[in-house]
């Protein structure tokens, strides 16, 4: 499968502050998604976005395919988005198996 | 979207036991696919499970340690044998739906001891 790597592995954000992670990817994607891991262990859905850029109230994403890399934007960070993000996708070649990154780890400080 | 219900939702095991998974999909599926995250660690794909076949085993995993069933399009368990401290992770089940994005039950964390 593809290489997914994320950065920066870990961030402290203040309350307010806004930040931006990012997905580089070793080969072309056909799926690409954001997940946000809660502290219960439950990977919620943030953003499916094989291409281009979408938002989601305070969180934004935008995925240039042609370059293997995606941003996630966190703006005005709260204490409720600390937890692991990981971005995820599978290859052009790949069977629906999805490559996840190492993932990054917010703490947002009230 | 796909709404997956897992359970249990966490346990805690004796070494040497076995701890069945369950997970209910809200469609049909053709594929699911079950997961670990070990701790601090990120997702491994153990093995996918397609309806009426065999399921397959990523490298570094096998059936007799990780016996699956798919009896039909919305169910699938996952199976933890002879469980060992190792064994303690995050357990997640996970679906594709027609536009190929991914959704993920709410997890199983095991503790083993």
């Known amino acids: 499968g593809i290489q997914v790597e994320q950065s920066p592995p870990d961030l402290i954000l203040q309350e307010g502050a806004n930040s931006t992670l990012r997905c580089n990817f070793s080969?072309?994607?056909?799926?690409l998604q954001w997940f946000h891991q809660n502290p219960w262990g439950q990977l919620i859905n943030l953003f499916y976005?094989?291409?281009g850029t979408k938002q989601n109230g305070r969180l934004s994403a935008t995925t240039v395919a042609t370059e293997r890399y995606s941003l996630l934007y966190i703006s005005s960070s709260q204490t409720t988005d600390s937890g692991v993000y990981f971005c995820a996708g599978w290859g052009a070649k790949n069977d629906y198996k999805l490559s996840f990154g190492a993932g990054t780890t917010v703490t947002v400080r009230a | 979207s796909a709404v997956i219900s897992q359970k249990p939702s966490r346990d805690i095991c004796q070494r040497g036991t076995s701890l069945t998974i369950q997970c209910q999909v809200d469609?049909?599926?053709?594929?699911m696919f079950w997961y670990r995250q070990q701790p601090g660690q990120s997702l491994t794909l153990i093995a996918t499970?397609?309806?009426?076949?065999?399921?397959?085993?990523e490298s570094g995993f096998v059936i007799d340690k990780f016996p699956i069933s798919r009896p039909n399009l919305t169910f699938s368990t996952l199976t933890v044998s002879n469980m060992s401290p190792e064994d303690s992770s995050i357990y997640l089940c996970?679906?594709?739906?027609?536009?190929?994005?991914?959704?993920f039950g709410q997890g199983t964390r095991l503790t083993v001891v």
């Open positions: 080969d072309s994607v056909n799926n």
């Open positions: 499970a397609n309806q009426g076949s065999e399921a397959t085993y």
């Open positions: 996970s679906v594709e739906t027609a536009n190929t994005e991914a959704f």
């Open positions: 976005i094989p291409s």
């Open positions: 469609s049909q599926v053709t594929m």
